[in-house]
């Protein structure tokens, strides 16, 4: 199985021919250096997510279609083939379980967040919602100007389309499911 950074090179690059996109155009659209695009398209880079997001807002394609890997009649996924996209020094790690194929408007996403870890996330694509389910500990979202607290066995669901941001103030990791769904 490839990388996730190999998955992500694969991606970008395709995604960016699609468009007919040169690396300085998507350099300018995403706001992502053509020297970081180029070692990410090699594969070398190591991205966060908060670059990934850009390079997809860039390109006008959900988030999902970065880390989405060759379609199969099945797919039996083991975390611990995964390799997490990091963000606040590896305290929050996303695993991709099931990204969106684009097709299918929606993914899933296992995430960690150690205690105190934080994530400001840049607006999804238009109408994204998000889904989730806190599994372990207890999750800070803000979103609209209102706070909420999820805790373990909890749920919610808010616009994604906007800046939003996602914390954990407990003192035990927190564990948690997601779904964006992408109109």
Do not use: C
């Amino acid at each position: 199985m490839d990388t996730m950074n190999t998955i992500v090179a694969k991606n970008i690059r395709r995604l960016r021919e699609e468009r007919k996109l040169s690396m300085e155009e998507l350099a300018r659209l995403s706001g992502v250096s053509k020297s970081m695009l180029a070692q990410i398209e090699r594969g070398d880079g190591n991205p966060t997510i908060s670059t990934l997001w850009k390079l997809s807002n860039g390109m006008k394609v959900p988030f999902d279609a970065l880390t989405v890997r060759p379609k199969a009649s099945y797919e039996m996924v083991k975390l611990t083939d995964l390799q997490p996209l990091l963000e606040d020094n590896g305290r929050f790690r996303n695993y991709s379980i099931f990204p969106d194929n684009e097709n299918r408007r929606f993914a899933v996403y296992y995430l960690e967040l150690e205690p105190g870890s934080y994530l400001q996330s840049e607006p999804h694509l238009q109408g994204t919602t998000e889904f989730i389910t806190v599994f372990e500990g207890i999750l800070e979202i803000k979103t609209e100007d209102k706070v909420f607290t999820v805790a373990k066995g909890e749920s919610i669901r808010f616009k994604g389309d906007m800046v939003h941001s996602y914390q954990n103030t407990g003192s035990e990791i927190t564990v948690l499911h997601m779904i964006l769904y992408n109109p």
